[in-house]
């Protein structure tokens, strides 16, 4: 998911990611993950930066455009769940295509920009 900015309210970060975040840790229906060293500021927000780390996240930043994304929690090995958005493309014949309608098939995605 793309962030826009570093400094995300719990309720930011539950609205995005799906993470609650609670007492016991971050929460995410019957998973847990304890933040040791994540505080809210005064301003109510928390550093994203130390969230990504604690929850085993990848954050890439790019400065040039202050522009960040964050990942799914991996944990250091295969993806416990990635989610991909309902998504419409246009087709050759002018048509929609929806890649819900693969759901279930194996399907490699290639995509490509010029920048």
Do not use: H, N
């Amino acid at each position: 998911m793309l962030l826009d900015r570093l400094d995300l309210s719990p309720e930011d970060i539950r609205q995005r990611t799906g993470w609650e975040i609670k007492a016991e840790g971050a929460c995410k229906g019957e998973v847990c993950v304890p933040l040791a060293d994540l505080e809210v500021r005064a301003d109510g927000t928390i550093d994203m930066r130390l969230f990504a780390e604690q929850m085993a996240m990848p954050l890439v930043t790019d400065d040039k455009y202050d522009l960040s994304a964050i990942g799914p929690r991996a944990a250091g090995r295969v993806l416990d769940e990635a989610a991909l958005p309902a998504m419409s493309l246009p087709d050759f014949d002018g048509g929609t295509f929806e890649l819900a309608g693969l759901r279930g098939r194996k399907v490699v995605l290639v995509a490509w920009a010029s920048w």
